[in-house]
């Protein structure tokens, strides 16, 4: 029988490689962990479990950042610390082959079921699962629910495949004494389905039967099932059966291929990660280690004739496919991972290494995790659709409607949309469009999808609430009069909105108050505390009466025992006076403001105005002043009587009401009124005289930076307040600007002087210099003092300047009116004193001439030492310059002269000498040399020098021995001068 497909096994073996990620971190045996996430496994000390059989860890499947772990016992998370509901709870064992597996919900990134099988020596828990939320504890998980069975008794047997949709998980696991294979089926509701029930294979009996690994191939097309016997002595005999399965994904029937050859404690299995190849692991028996069969001819009898024994390591427990499609083999008691380096290869080629993996000092046990290698067998993944939808809101008000928007995944091609209560109340499109409701209650929308794979199995459904809206009340329509204020209010809402606002005291308060000017009907929509919204109005109508007027008789001002007639314009049904009077007309002789109040026959009321009716049993008026009556002169007081007088005398003659008085004096006042009169009490105003400062100079207002002038206010004054803030008498000013003061005298009165200008000299700057000038020797040369730059110097008031000039005196000798100044050593320092009226920039303060000389050097600086300035503040910069000598004749060389040596010959010593005799001679310029002594005749009788000399002084012996006695002469030449001395030779 035939029943592999090559490029099948290479689509699903790809599909595994991209969802290997979930097992990139295993965790087993005695706290061990190995990471694959950077290519290569390396071990991790950091785990907390102990399982010498069958763990299981899982991580995150796009990361590889691990999630949890558990031994089918208590569960760990990422922190390696129990979750809060994850310690011993567990019904797994650490004696179980397979103790757990972890299976992740399709299409659920946070929800994960763990399943588990309890070991041969118990049967009252079988096959249990729980449920781990991820999202729960912070995002680190925990238990939801747990130990919920499934079947019993039961294998230590567990593994998982993928259902051919590419979605949903089989769960496998085997029952005891019999060949029962259960499959159950978990989707997206996390809960198992009934289990499919295979009865095919060899039986596992219990205990003996129950040990040995399940293992799909990752395409998952195939299971091998171990059992691997009872051990009982060295002596006894023991069974065990390798059982090659098929295994149908799409119904999960499992079917038998046949029996392979088994020997002793058949423990571990594996396929290679192709499913061309299997690998059996023998473990605790005399003739441990491992063997391959090739699976690829599809024969049963050309597979057992493949069988290759691979290794006979000691120690060995089950295989495991690593993230990197290698296989992995535990070692109990070993710290090394063994593995096989190429499992998809035939025989020995697949390379075995048995320390391939270092475990950190750490010892590995029989199992290692149970991973899900056929994790989709589905090139295309999960297909089966999910139902998913929006609202666009879940509260509503009654009448107001949703509107879904389809969320669902892996393109459905059917919708089935369920509104109860709704509008429209179904639809089998992809977009429904708006569903509105015109009942209040809970309403719920559901969605089913559906497409070529199936059917969702859990739907959407979103409960819809409808609110009623408020019964909103404006209270009943009403009449007022014109201009009185209604108060309005409206009840059973939570916010309110009034329309139109048209005499609204507020257009957003339950209660504003109307005060409309015509008829008016008021609409007030109020929202209740869910935002549902009701209307009501009120219809409001205006009675409008005329405003009275009241009409006097004559003047309203009257003399004792006079009268006046006050009367209404306008008929009105009732007259009320405010003195309490009725009827349109009243007769009064009393003073006081009297209004008339009326009422028309519909209720409304109006006031006139007041009509003020003055009596003057005597007239008595009196002068008010706006201020003091007693000011300085310049400044006035309003005098001001009551009015409503007929005529007014002043005793100034004004004959108005108030009048402005300016001067000293005593002011009286005499009213009247038709024939009444009566005078006031006179006011006595006092004018005090102002003071009138006047300022004096000290001294020019025009003066120079540094100087000063003294102000003067004038004595006499109480005190002084100058513009510049000083308030002495006198004030000293150093700077340019308008002065004025402000006395005040005796009676607190003040006066501001006339303003004085003040012109202060600025401060200056200049920067002086000395030009570079050249000559010749013996050329008279001028040199200035140049003014190179200035700012304000001729307004600064210096006069005259002095300065200090430095310079080599062997060049430069001062000529005419130039002083020779001192000398210091090789320099000659001079003291020039001028004017410095009239300098500007470019001109010179003054000229000094030299004579050009023939010195000890080629150039000299001119060093302008100082330059000081008579008065006035100048800030002054100086600037060297330069003499430079043209035309210096040389021969080979420049040729000089020092100024500070001497040229010459001083008489020898002794003189007459005879043997020898002692000369000094010096020399000015550096050159040619040449000493000679000639005999009377001027013949030469000794060359002492002959050569080139240094400037300097010199002392030598003259060796006279061998010289005929007479008269010599010594002669010294340079190339410019000449000495001569004579020398008188005789004999001892």
């Known amino acids: 029988m035939r029943f592999f497909l090559p490029l099948f096994f290479a689509l699903v073996a790809a599909t595994a490689a991209q969802a290997q990620k979930q097992y990139n971190v295993w965790y087993f045996g005695d706290r061990i962990g190995v990471d694959f996430n950077g290519g290569t496994p390396v071990a991790r000390t950091d785990g907390q479990m102990i399982q010498p059989e069958g763990p299981a860890s899982i991580c995150n499947p796009t990361t590889g950042e691990l999630l949890f772990y558990t031994d089918g016992i208590s569960v760990w998370n990422r922190l390696h610390q129990y979750m809060p509901n994850g310690a011993f709870v567990l019904h797994g064992s650490t004696n179980t082959t397979q103790s757990a597996l972890i299976v992740p919900l399709p299409n659920d990134s946070l929800r994960y079921l763990i399943f588990t099988a309890d070991d041969k020596e118990d049967d009252d828990q079988g096959i249990e699962y729980g449920l781990v939320d991820m999202s729960l504890d912070v995002g680190y998980g925990d238990l ?99 059982d090659l399965l098929s295994f149908n994904a799409l119904t999960g029937e499992v079917g038998f291929i046949g029996d392979l050859p088994a020997e002793q404690r058949e ?40 069988k290759t024994y691979i290794s006979n390591d000691p120690q060995l427990g089950t295989a495991q496919i690593g993230p990197d ?130 059917v969702d199995v859990l739907g959407k459904s979103i409960t819809v609430k409808v609110l009623p809206s408020p019964a909103i009340d404006a209270g009943p329509d009403t009449t007022i009069c014109f201009g009185k204020p209604l108060a309005l209010r ?114 409304c009321v109006a006031t006139s105005a007041p009509v003020q009716v003055t009596v003057l049993s005597q007239l008595n008026p009196t002068i008010t002043p706006n201020g003091p009556t007693i000011f300085c002169e310049g400044d006035s007081v309003l005098l001001s009587a009551p009015s409503g007088f007929q005529r007014y005398r002043w005793t100034n003659g004004d004959t108005t009401a108030s009048i402005v008085v300016r001067s000293g004096g005593s002011y009286g006042l005499t009213v009247g009124s038709g024939n009444c009169e009566g005078a006031a009490t006179p006011v006595e105003v006092m004018v005090h005289p102002s003071p009138n400062p006047v300022i004096t100079a000290s001294g020019p207002l025009s003066f120079c930076d540094g100087d000063s002038v003294v102000l003067d206010a004038g004595a006499g004054f109480d005190s002084y307040l100058w513009t510049n803030g ?59 003092i140049e003014v190179r730059l200035q700012n304000n110097l001729a307004r600064s008031c ?45 001109g010179a303060l003054t000229e000094l001439e030299f004579i050009a ?11 302008l030492e100082s330059l000081m300035w008579d008065r006035g503040s100048v800030a002054t910069t100086v600037e060297d310059g330069l003499f430079q000598l043209a035309e210096i004749c040389a021969e080979g060389g420049t040729r000089l002269i020092d100024a500070s040596g001497s040229f010459g010959l001083k008489p020898v010593r002794p003189n007459p000498a005879a043997a020898s005799a002692e000369l000094e001679y010096s020399i000015l310029e550096p050159g040619r040399t040449r000493l000679l002594l000639t005999d009377p005749l001027g013949r030469p009788a000794l060359l002492l020098i002959d050569g080139v000399v240094n400037p300097g002084t010199y002392i030598t012996t003259i060796d006279l021995q061998g010289l005929p006695a007479g008269l010599y002469t010594l002669t010294l ?13 005789y004999s001892d």
């Open 267 to 306: 423990y571990g299995a594996s396929f290679s990660p192709d499913n061309s190849k299997l690998y059996i692991i023998r473990s605790g028996s005399s003739n441990e280690g491992f063997y391959q069969y090739d699976l690829s001819s599809g024969d049963l009898g050309t597979i057992i004739s493949t």
């Open 325 to 454: 499609g290698k296989l992995y083999i535990t070692r109990n008691n070993v710290s090394f991972l063994a593995a096989v380096e190429n499992p998809n290869a035939a025989g020995l080629a697949c390379g075995y290494n048995g320390t391939a993996v270092p475990l950190g000092g750490r010892i590995g046990g029989l199992g290692l995790p149970n991973n899900i290698d056929a994790l989709s067998n589905n090139p295309a993944g999960c297909k089966l659709p999910i139902a998913d939808f929006s609202l666009d809101d879940t509260t509503i008000c009654l009448g107001g409607c949703v509107r879904p928007t389809d969320r669902s995944r892996n393109e459905p091609t059917s919708w089935q949309w369920r509104a109860a209560g709704g509008t429209p109340s179904a639809s089998g499109s992809k977009d429904p469009g708006t569903i509105c409701f015109d009942q209040p209650g809970d309403h719920t929308i559901t969605l089913t999808v559906t497409n070529q794979n199936g």
């Open 490 to 603: 409206a009840t059973q809402g939570a916010s309110y909105v009034w329309t139109p606002t048209d005499g609204l005291s507020c257009a957003t308060c339950p209660d504003p108050v109307a005060t409309p000017a015509a008829d008016i009907t008021y609409y007030v929509t109020g929202t209740d505390t869910n935002g549902c919204t009701g209307t009501d109005s009120i219809r409001v109508r205006i009675n409008q009466i005329a405003t009275p007027t009241i009409t006097p008789s004559g003047p309203v001002v009257l003399c004792a025992g006079d009268s006046i007639t006050l009367t209404v314009n306008g008929n009105f049904a009732d007259y009320q006076w405010s003195n309490n009077a009725r009827g349109r007309s009243i007769t009064v002789s009393t003073a006081g403001d009297y209004t008339a109040t009326v009422t028309d026959t519909l209720g």
């Open 798 to 842: 210096v006069a005259q300047f002095t300065a200090t000039i430095r310079f080599n005196r062997t060049l430069l000798h001062p000529v005419g009116s130039t002083p020779v100044g001192t000398v210091n050593g090789m320099d000659r320092i001079i003291t020039v004193k001028g004017s410095s009226k009239g300098a500007t920039t470019g």
């Open 973 to 985: 030449q340079t190339l410019t001068q000449r000495a001569v001395e004579r020398v008188v030779v």
């Open 726 to 784: 000083e308030t002495s008498q006198t004030i000293t000013v150093r700077s340019s600007g308008s002065y004025a003061v402000t006395a005040t005298n005796g009676f607190s009165c003040k006066q501001t002087s006339a303003t004085v200008e003040v012109t202060a000299g600025e401060a200056a700057s200049a920067t002086i210099g000395l030009p570079t000038v050249q000559a010749v020797a013996g050329e008279r040369v001028k040199i200035p």
């Open 144 to 242: 939801v629910f747990r130990n919920r069975q499934l079947l019993i008794p039961t294998t230590e047997k567990l593994v998982a495949v993928t259902h051919s949709n590419g979605c949903d998980v089989w769960v496998i696991a085997h029952g005891v004494n019999n060949n029962w294979f259960y499959a159950w089926l978990v989707d997206r509701s996390g809960t198992p389905s009934t289990p499919v029930i295979s009865k095919v294979g060899s039986i596992h009996p219990d205990k003996t039967g129950k040990v040995g690994y399940l293992k799909a191939s990752p395409d998952g097309t195939k299971l091998v099932a171990v059992i691997s016997g009872e051990y009982l002595g060295a002596t006894t005999t023991r069974s065990s059966a390798v």
């Open 853 to 863: 000389t023939l010195g000890n050097a080629t150039s000299t600086p001119l060093r």
